[in-house]
């Protein structure tokens, strides 16, 4: 597990639900301290925010630790990382109503995340930084490393490597860093990104064959990547 990972599921929830009360989001406005307002605000109505703020909870409690992980990924450090994430949460929360319309909730809130990660790398005229992290350094001794040699003889090296990593197409590289950097199951990789495990197995066998074609490297007997 990585320092990153010591930070509390829900902490950021709990900031971003202090920000979007201010805001007037999912929390709602505080009328405690105001003598017009009435008696009860319609239990109906408090019952629904309050059943908002638990799915809202219950989201981040599961998508909390690897959002981090993840951010960490791109940002380089864990200050970054809970920077970025604590302001995708503030969004969600602030439109949580609209995210819960969505077809696939989860697919949107990776995009909100995406979107959080390449302003902040935007803003300070930064590239992802993968490859300076722990995790990657770690998953190119290990896992992704070993399995790509496996399928596709040897590589070129652990520059190249992040290089045809970086130039995967989008969905390519969210699931090869989800599955072999961060250590995700596939079944895990498709809840986290919206979508099914047959997906991703085409995700990573596509990603798999093009990084064999940019490494310049012979497939091997086994290109399925199931």
Do not use: N
Not at 103 to 125: C, P
């Amino acid at each position: 597990m990585s320092a990153e990972d010591d930070q509390q599921p829900g902490s950021t929830a709990g900031t971003a639900r202090g920000a979007a009360s201010t805001a007037g989001g999912p929390a709602g406005p505080d009328t405690s301290d105001d003598p017009d307002a009435p008696d009860a605000l319609d239990a109906g109505q408090r019952d629904a925010r309050r059943r908002l703020l638990l799915s809202f909870d219950a989201f981040d409690a599961s998508h909390h630790r690897l959002w981090l992980r993840y951010a960490h990924t791109q940002a380089g450090s864990k200050e970054a990382a809970r920077s970025i994430v604590e302001a995708a949460c503030r969004h969600l929360l602030e439109h949580w109503e609209h995210a819960l319309r969505q077809e696939s909730l989860t697919e949107y809130a990776w995009t909100v995340l995406k979107e959080h990660v390449a302003r902040w790398l935007d803003e300070r005229g930064l590239r992802p930084r993968l490859a300076a992290t722990a995790a990657f350094q770690a998953a190119q001794r290990k896992v992704l490393l070993h399995e790509l040699r496996d399928e596709f003889a040897v590589l070129e090296g652990e520059i190249g490597l992040y290089a045809a990593i970086g130039r995967l197409p989008e969905r390519q590289y969210d699931v090869i860093v989800l599955r072999y950097v961060l250590g995700c199951s596939e079944e895990e990789v498709a809840g986290y990104l919206g979508f099914d495990t047959a997906a991703v197995r085409s995700h990573i066998r596509y990603a798999k064959r093009k990084l064999a074609r940019e490494l310049r490297t012979a497939p091997g007997p086994d290109t399925g990547g199931d």
